[in-house]
């Protein structure tokens, strides 16, 4: 899908570029911003090697075993009929860890193991559970301490103070994730009564 849309975006900005008489603008633009891709792409490669290093090396120190046990109470409260000792408890707290330090990108291969380990515990094959649509959700909304691909991407582009956003980003991220898990409860409920015969 995503494809179809940078085709159209593509075939319009060429469309406009030619109404307009600017198509040598256009051009320019598209090889000018190809490269700042390429700087940008480094530039957020090494904070997030520095960080999914940190979290193999805690996964190896056992400290995100530590992190388990103190996520377990709530987790276990959030994810009804999970394994508390199972693998998918683990790597879902090694997920919302690395959304907690503002690392997507770091998170996402926790986050396949996860959906991964969810399957084999929930014996689900192309349906998704409702555990695995609540991790998706929350996977999705994030909550975060430190955002720390939003504070590279600001000093980057030279801001004076790139943590400033944090106020914001607690403040926001904490309601999306309250309002995101309540209504994906709430769906689950309402779909499990419309089963009911």
């Known amino acids: 899908m995503m494809k179809w849309v940078f085709c159209i975006l593509i075939v319009l900005s060429l469309l406009f570029g030619i109404l307009s008489g600017d198509v040598a603008n256009v051009s320019e633009a598209a090889l000018r911003e190809a490269g700042n891709a390429v700087t940008l792409a480094i530039t957020l490669a090494g904070v997030i090697c520095l960080w999914s290093g940190i979290m193999r090396v805690a996964q190896k120190a056992g400290i995100t075993e ?11 409260l959030i994810f009804k009929g999970i394994d508390p000792n199972g693998k998918a408890i683990q790597y879902i707290v090694l997920n919302l ?15 396949i193991a996860a959906m991964r380990e969810l399957q084999n515990e929930e014996h689900t094959d192309e349906t998704a559970s409702d555990n695995m649509v609540l991790f998706v ?16 991407l600001r000093l980057k582009n030279n801001s004076a103070d790139p943590m400033e956003i944090l106020p ?16 994906t409860k709430l769906l689950s409920k309402i779909r499990k009564r419309g089963k009911k015969p």
């Open 66 to 76: 530590l992190l388990a046990k103190a996520f377990k109470p709530v987790l276990c």
């Open 97 to 111: 860890t690395a959304n907690l330090l503002g690392l997507g990108n770091a998170s996402t291969p926790f986050g």
């Open 168 to 183: 914001a980003v607690w403040i926001v991220s904490a309601i999306t994730l309250v309002i995101t898990v309540t209504v």
């Open 137 to 152: 959700v929350m996977n999705t909304a994030s909550l975060q301490i430190i955002p720390t691909t939003v504070a590279a």
